[in-house]
């Protein structure tokens, strides 16, 4: 499995970006995708995943209310809406996939796509 994101950018605070996650190389529709952030100077964190059935979802408390994950598996896309963002969301957002099971752990994840850098500015 192939993942890439892209749609990351430099927006103002209080701006909204969506970000997506294309996935190649096989049927993803079974796979758990989540989204993760690395923040300069700090360890990677959990955001949001999404079964693969979409059916459920779970977001990081600082998420929460602000991002909406989703998935077209038609397309075998998950993106990441993402509203009122604030200077503390800017990272590098990765996404990664998994068979099955959805998990906040990022070592739990077997694919992983290149990140996509998001600033937002004050």
């Known amino acids: 499995v192939q993942l890439q994101a892209s749609g990351g950018g430099l927006v103002q605070a209080g701006d909204s970006l969506r970000l997506s996650c294309a996935a190649s190389?096989?049927?993803?529709?079974?796979?758990?995708i989540a989204w993760f952030r690395r923040a300069p100077g700090k360890e990677r964190e959990f955001v949001t995943y999404?079964?693969?059935?979409?059916?459920?979802?779970l977001y990081a408390d600082s998420v929460k209310g602000r991002f909406t994950i989703s998935r077209d598996n038609a397309k075998s896309t998950v993106y990441l809406q993402m509203n009122s963002l604030k200077p503390e969301d800017t990272a590098v957002y990765f996404c990664?996939?998994?068979?099955?099971?959805?998990?906040?752990?990022?070592?739990?994840?077997?694919?992983w796509g290149q990140g996509t850098q998001v600033t937002v500015s004050s």
């Open positions: 990664a996939a998994r068979p099955f099971a959805a998990s906040q752990t990022s070592v739990a994840y077997n694919y």
């Open positions: 190389g096989r049927t993803v529709n079974n796979y758990a």
């Open positions: 999404i079964t693969g059935s979409g059916g459920s979802t």
